[in-house]
C-alpha cells in the first residue's frame, strides 16, 4: 500500500496562493504532437494514476493502488499536455475543498470556498493555468466548484466509454465519474469529441421541453432569480418550460457512498491511527457501521429514483436546476441560511448535486446570471452529445 510522504511539494506560496495545486513537476507530461488536442493543456486531480508522479488525495493516510488512469494516458495520446495534479477535498468525501494539508481558497476571494471535491481542478481552470481540468464527480464533484467558481463542468453518463474511470482512486463505484471542467463549453466540446469520436453539434431550444426543478426553500432567494432567468433565457430561444419535482434522494445515496468509501480504505481503517482527519473518519466510521441491509434498502430506493427519473424523460427533454444552494460560503462555514432555515453546508449541496450522480445521467453546469452562482442541464442517460449540443446552442 503506498504511504504518501507527510508533506507534498508544494509549490512556493506566492506562485500558488490559492493552494490549488498537490504537485508541479518541472515540466509538463508532453502530448503527442499533432493530436486534436495538441496545444491544451490539462490539469489532474490527484485521484488520477499518473506513472512517476506521487498520489496524495488530499489525506495523510494510506492509499490503495489503482494503477494508472486510463483517461490521462488518452489524453496525452490526444495530443494534451499535463501541468500537474491538482488539490481536492480529502479523498473526495466533501464539498468544501478542504484537506489534510490544509485546502484551496475561491479564486477570486480566498475567504471562500471553491466547492469540492475537484477543488483545485476548478480554480486551474479558473485562473486560466490550464486550459481545461480533468475532475470526478460522485455526488456533485464537478458541478459544484465548477458553478462556485464561474466555469463550465460537465459529468457525462455514468459508465461512458471516453470518460474512463478506470486508473483513479474510487471513491463510490456506484456513483463516480470522470469529467472536464473548463472557462468555456467550446473546450469540454473539444475534448469530448476527440476522447468520443462523437460529433457534437449546436443544437436548437426551439420547441424542448424543459422541466424547471427549482425547490425553493432549498435556494436563496438570488439563486432561484438566477435559475429563473436562465430559464427565460431558454424560453426566449423557444424552449417550453414546465415545473418538475424531484425527491431529496440522500437517502440513497449517503448509505451507498459511505459504505463503498469504507470498503475502498478497508486497510486504513484497520491501523490503529489511519491518519484521516477528523471529520473524513467519521463519515468512513458511519460507512463501515452500515449493515448490509441498510446498504440493500439503499440500492433499493435507487432503483425506484431511477424508475421515477425515466418516467419523467416521457414529458420533458431536459431538467434545469441550480448546481448549488447559496454563492460560495465562508471557508470553515458549516451551515447556510436558507428559506427554511438553517441547514447543514453538505445537505444543502448534495441534495440538489447528488441525484444525478447516483442516478448515472449526464449533467452540464453553466455559469449564470449571478456571478459564482451556476446552473446544471441534465439530460437523460446516455444523451451527452445532444445535452452538449444544446449547451453549444447558448453560445456560453
Known amino acids: ?51 512517476g508522479w506521487p498520489q496524495y488525495a488530499g489525506t ?45 481558497a475561491h479564486p477570486a476571494d480566498p475567504a471562500r470556498i471553491p466547492g469540492g471535491s475537484s477543488s483545485g481542478a476548478a480554480v486551474s481552470a479558473a485562473l486560466g493555468q490550464v486550459d481545461f481540468a480533468l475532475g470526478t464527480d460522485t455526488g456533485g464533484s464537478i458541478r459544484v466548484p465548477a458553478a462556485w467558481c464561474g466555469v463550465v463542468g460537465y459529468k457525462p453518463t455514468k459508465g461512458h466509454a471516453a470518460w474512463s474511470t478506470k486508473g483513479v482512486l474510487p471513491l463510490s463505484w456506484t456513483c463516480d465519474h470522470a469529467g472536464p471542467l473548463a472557462r468555456d463549453l467550446a473546450t469540454v ?20 421541453r424543459v422541466g424547471l426543478w427549482l425547490p425553493q426553500n432549498w435556494v436563496t432567494a438570488e439563486v432561484a432569480q438566477a435559475v429563473l432567468s436562465f430559464a427565460g433565457r431558454l424560453e426566449a430561444r423557444g424552449a ?19 459504505s463503498e468509501a469504507a470498503q475502498v480504505h478497508a486497510a486504513a481503517l484497520a491501523l490503529s491511527d489511519p491518519g484521516f482527519t477528523p471529520f473524513t473518519l467519521g463519515l468512513l466510521r458511519q460507512g463501515q457501521a452500515l449493515s448490509e441491509d441498510a446498504v440493500r434498502e439503499a440500492h433499493a430506493l ?33 451551515e447556510v441560511a436558507l ?21 448515472g445521467v449526464p449533467a452540464l453546469a453553466l455559469p449564470s446570471s449571478l456571478p459564482f452562482v451556476g446552473v446544471q442541464l441534465v439530460a437523460p442517460r ?4 445532444p445535452l452538449l449540443g444544446l449547451g453549444l446552442g447558448l453560445d456560453i
Open 339 to 359: 428559506p427554511e432555515g438553517p441547514v447543514l453546508l453538505r445537505r444543502a449541496v448534495l441534495r440538489l448535486s447528488a441525484p444525478f450522480s447516483l442516478l
Open 189 to 208: 466540446v473539444r475534448v469530448h469529441e476527440a476522447l468520443s469520436g462523437d460529433r457534437v453539434q449546436s443544437r436548437s431550444w426551439s420547441g424542448v
Open 1 to 51: 500500500m503506498p504511504v504518501p510522504p507527510a508533506d507534498p511539494p508544494f509549490q512556493d506560496p506566492a506562485l500558488d496562493p490559492q493552494h490549488a495545486w498537490a504537485y508541479r513537476p518541472a515540466s509538463p507530461l508532453p502530448g503527442a504532437p499533432d493530436g486534436p488536442l495538441s496545444g491544451l493543456s490539462f490539469s489532474v486531480k490527484d485521484l488520477f494514476g499518473v506513472p
Open 240 to 258: 417550453l418550460t414546465t415545473p418538475v419535482e424531484l425527491p431529496e434522494m440522500l437517502g440513497a445515496y449517503t448509505p451507498i457512498v459511505l
Open 60 to 104: 495523510r493516510a494510506p492509499l490503495p493502488d489503482f494503477g494508472a488512469s486510463v483517461l490521462v494516458r488518452r489524453l496525452l495520446d490526444l495530443g494534451a499536455s499535463a501541468v500537474g495534479k491538482t488539490q481536492l477535498h480529502e479523498i473526495a468525501l466533501g464539498i468544501t475543498g478542504m484537506n489534510a494539508f490544509g485546502g484551496t
Open 302 to 334: 435507487r432503483a425506484e429514483y431511477r424508475a421515477a427519473l425515466d418516467d419523467l424523460w416521457s414529458r420533458v427533454d431536459v431538467v434545469l436546476a441550480p448546481a448549488v444552494p447559496t454563492p460560495p460560503p465562508l471557508r470553515g462555514q458549516e
Open 382 to 385: 446516455g444523451a451527452d452529445e
